[in-house]
């Protein structure tokens, strides 16, 4: 090659590839160890399978329970039903004999709350390896129970100390009211009443050893027994609902109320807590840039979010919120930027529960056919308890008054509930026909659903 050609080539510009040119020459960069910036990397969300909600125990069942209770039972929309009667008292009221199981008697019902027979579902979970869900919990509670004691009022404290004694309130177990029925019976007669929630069979259990304990003696109520001296269709159709005998010439009939009744409780206490679902789950993480400092800089690693959960505690807080009968839904939580924890609240609702349980009026009827031989045999004794609204209450006090009722009682029988309800106890003696068709009056005057719209 000529000498000026071989100046020209190496004058001539020249392009390197993965080189840079230092004085013509083409050199490599991790030669010289110049640093370059990596790619941005991106972190992955791993999938968590799903936890499975284990199921709740304590469903209240018919044969099981009148085995415990040695009790008949029946159901009555969705209500398992218990009724009883003393069998050791035959009081007298106003210095009358009376029908065994007229005065004394009481009541144990269950019902199965449908959203507490299995457990919750579990979210699922998140993170780089694909974490597996929390378990769903399981329900700590089956059955709804309520309950109507009769007592001697020197059995009442055997009763109690047996109660604790059995630790009554950890099975879920609370004394909502103890008051009287009555004015001028003997023996005395007190009435207690009970709400639970929890294994229907564990609390049957618990309440009729402490019934034992404290001397108490029950049988089963006689629907087949005979009534005579009344005209049974005609009771039904003056207070506007089906009846039943109670025992030898006793007559019940029960009116539940028709608004949509809402328990919020200690009863309710263990249907308002629970996790949220599907609560909030924060988005993955962006990775950063990684810098090598000899070759290809290393990719970032993405952070992941994480999911809240969020707990609603049994507390009376939320009783005002239930009462009012407002709720909220559990909330999605806000995506947060890189890997932030998504926010979440939990729903406050009360338990519906059905009328049958804990929202009805009752009316009992003694038949002139007492043969107590005391010169009254042509006049029936007519007692009962309206359930009332509070707006209700004194109206129909005075139009039973008027009527020739005594009022012996008003009180509470459930722990708060909504719409709030009172009940008034009253008992006259007189014609059965004419007595209930004043009660039915009482009732329409008010405009209180009794089995129809009177």
């Known amino acids: 090659m000529k000498l000026q050609e071989k100046i020209s080539s190496i004058l001539r510009p020249r392009t390197c590839l993965n080189t840079i040119l230092v004085a013509g020459l083409c050199i490599g960069m991790s030669t010289l160890g110049v640093a370059q910036t990596g790619g ?3 972190g992955t969300t791993g999938t968590g399978t799903t936890g499975t909600g284990a199921t709740g125990t304590g469903a209240a069942d018919l044969n099981t329970l009148q ?3 040695s009790v008949s039972g029946m159901e009555e929309n969705g209500v398992l039903k218990f009724e009883f009667i003393r069998t050791d008292l035959n009081p007298t009221i106003k210095g009358q004999g009376t029908t065994r199981g007229f005065l004394a008697h009481g009541f144990l019902n269950f019902w199965n709350v449908s959203n507490a027979t299995s457990g919750t579902t579990a979210t699922t979970g998140t993170g780089t390896t ?3 869900g929390t378990a769903g919990a399981a329900s700590t509670a089956a059955s709804l129970m309520t309950a109507e004691l009769v ?7 055997l009763f109690t100390k047996a109660m604790v004694g059995a630790n009554a309130s950890a099975a879920g177990i609370v004394m909502s009211a103890q008051h009287n029925h009555y004015l001028m019976e003997n023996p005395r007669l007190v009435f207690m009443h009970l709400e639970g929630a929890g294994d229907a069979n564990q609390m049957a259990t618990i309440v009729v050893g402490a019934l034992k304990a404290a001397g108490v003696k029950i049988a089963s109520a006689k629907e087949d027994a ?7 269709f005609r009771i039904q159709d003056n207070l506007g609902a089906a009846g039943h005998p109670r025992a030898a ?4 009939v029960v009116i539940p109320r028709m608004e949509q009744v809402i328990s919020c409780g200690p009863v309710a206490q263990p249907f308002l807590t629970g996790n949220a679902s599907n609560t909030g789950t924060g988005t993955t993480g962006t990775g950063t840039a990684g810098t090598g400092t000899t070759g290809t800089g290393t990719a970032g690693t993405g952070g992941t979010g994480t999911t809240a959960t969020a707990n ?3 507390a009376y807080t939320a009783v005002g919120a239930c009462l009012n009968s407002s709720s909220t839904t559990s909330s999605t939580g806000t995506t947060g930027a890189t890997g932030a924890t998504g926010a979440a609240t939990a729903g406050a609702t009360g338990v519906t529960i059905p009328p049958q349980l804990a929202a009805f009026s009752e009316v009992s009827i003694q038949t002139s056919g007492n043969g107590n031989g005391n010169g009254n045999n042509n006049k029936s004794w007519v007692t009962g308890e309206l359930a009332l609204l509070p707006t209700e209450l004194q109206p129909t006090i005075d139009y039973l008054q008027r009527a020739g009722f005594d009022i012996s009682a008003v009180h509470n029988h459930t722990s708060l509930v909504a719409p709030n309800l009172l009940f008034v106890h009253f008992a006259a003696q007189g014609d059965a026909a004419t007595l209930t068709r004043s009660i039915r009056e009482a ?6 659903a009794a089995g129809q719209q009177p």
């Open 312 to 314: 609603f505690s049994p």
């Open 226 to 232: 005979a009534v005579a001296g009344i005209d049974t």
């Open 443 to 448: 009732m329409a005057s008010n405009r209180i």
């Open 40 to 42: 941005t990397g991106t």
């Open 67 to 69: 085995g415990t209770i």
């Open 249 to 252: 010439n006793v007559y019940e």
């Open 151 to 157: 007592f001697q009022e020197s059995e009442v404290p």
């Open 130 to 132: 694909g974490t597996t």
